[in-house]
């Protein structure tokens, strides 16, 4: 079986794309839609929404491509769909373990037409 001549490209372009390690560790890679708990815990904030306008104030800016017009991302706490952006005033800084942005057709195609503007999806510490 004979490999195309794209392949090499393509995964050195993958390769350049990937994810960046953590800062100070050699860890697996962390993309810019993940936010790790030592992360937010530098931010001078003490709940989620004010860390993420600090830290990723573009989660906040993303819209679907193809529905224009105002709308607000779908927050999901423990797996559980808590309404709009406004709810991470209501998680504290030290509760969160991970916090990751899923674009629009993500965020529909897992929680439907509520989170057709993406969705801020939390892993809290358990209690």
């Known amino acids: 079986m004979r490999l195309p001549r794209t392949l090499p490209l393509a995964l ?5 794309c990937g994810g960046r390690s953590r800062p ?3 860890g697996p890679p962390v ?10 815990r530098r931010v001078q904030a003490s709940d989620l929404w004010t860390a993420l306008q600090h830290l990723r104030p573009n989660w906040f800016r993303r819209s679907p491509s193809l529905v ?9 706490v ?5 309404g709009g952006s406004d709810a991470l005033r209501q998680i504290p800084i030290g509760a969160v373990l991970v916090a990751r942005y899923l674009s ?11 989170a057709l503007y993406g969705a801020i999806v ?3 510490a358990p209690r």
């Open 12 to 16: 050195a372009l993958a390769a350049a």
């Open 24 to 26: 100070g560790t050699s």
């Open 31 to 40: 993309s810019g839609d993940v936010i790790l708990s030592d992360e937010l």
């Open 68 to 76: 224009r017009g105002q709308g607000d991302l779908l927050v999901v």
């Open 78 to 82: 423990d797996r559980v769909p808590q």
């Open 104 to 114: 629009p057709s993500e965020a529909t195609g897992l929680y439907g037409q509520g």
């Open 122 to 124: 939390v892993s809290t």
